[in-house]
C-alpha cells in the first residue's frame, strides 16, 4: 500500500489517499495510474550487454564466497537472477515458486509447462523451463547438494530453510546496481520488468507487428498503453535496436 495525493475538487483541498502497488487506483470508480507505484518508476535493464554483466558478477560472488552462508547465498542469488530474466514473474509470484513448477513427480524431468496462478491479479501465468532455466537448475542442484522435493521452495534462505521473501531479492538487485554502475532505479520488479522489455525489443526487431499486444497479454495488462507505460515507451522513437536473446539470457 501506498499515499497518493489526490486533488478533492468540490472542497479544492489536497488528500491523502490509501492506493494499492499496482501501479493504478481508484478515484471515483475509475481506474488511475497511481504516481507513488515502485512499478512505475523502476527501470528493466535495458543493454543486453549489461544482463550479460550481471551474470558474470553473480558468477563471480560464487567463486569469491568463504563462507558456508556466503556460498550458498551467491549460487541461490545467481539461479535466482537468471530464472527471474528467463520467466517474468513478479516477485511475490518469482519467491514462492516451487520445485513443482519446473520438474514433474519424478523430479527429474523438467516440465514443458505449467500455469501458475498470480497473487495479484489472480490470472494464470503459464512457467516454460526454457533451456536457460533448466542450465542453471541443474547447476545449482548440483552445486549445492540440494536433492528438491516436488511441494518445497525453490528458493530458500540459507538459515531458515524456508522461502525467500522480497528483501533477499531487492539486496541482490542494489549489489548489481552499486558495483556495475547500472543507470537507472532498480528493485525487485527490475527482473520482470527486463524480461518484458527484452522480449518487446526481440519481437520489434524481428518485424512483428503483434509485438506489444503479445507482451501485453504476457503481462496480463488491461490495454496497450499500460504496456507501453510498464516498459518506459511512450513512442515509438524511444525503441532502440537491441540483440537478438540467444545466448545472453544464460549463464
Known sequence: ???AVVKNEKQDVIQLKVVNGTGWF???GLWIPNPQSEERWVDPIR???DVKRCIEYLKLKVQMAYKKNEKFTS?????????????GLRVSDLSVLKWSNFFEKDMETFIDARNKKEKKT???KLVIPNESIQNVITWYLSETGIRPEYNAPVFISYNTG??????PVENMMKDLQYHLKLKGSYNTHSLRKTNAYQKYMMLVEAGDPLALPKIQ???NHRNTSETLRYLGLTRDGDIKDQFALDDWWDM
Do not use: Q
Open 75 to 87: 549460487k541461490r542469488n545467481l539461479m535466482l537472477f537468471v530464472i527471474g530474466i528467463n520467466i
Open 217 to 219: 497479454h504476457s503481462l
Open 122 to 124: 489472480g490470472k494464470k
Open 47 to 49: 543493454d543486453k550487454a
Open 26 to 28: 481508484t478515484k471515483n
Open 162 to 167: 524456508k522461502a525467500i521473501g522480497r528483501d
Open 1 to 3: 500500500m501506498a499515499l
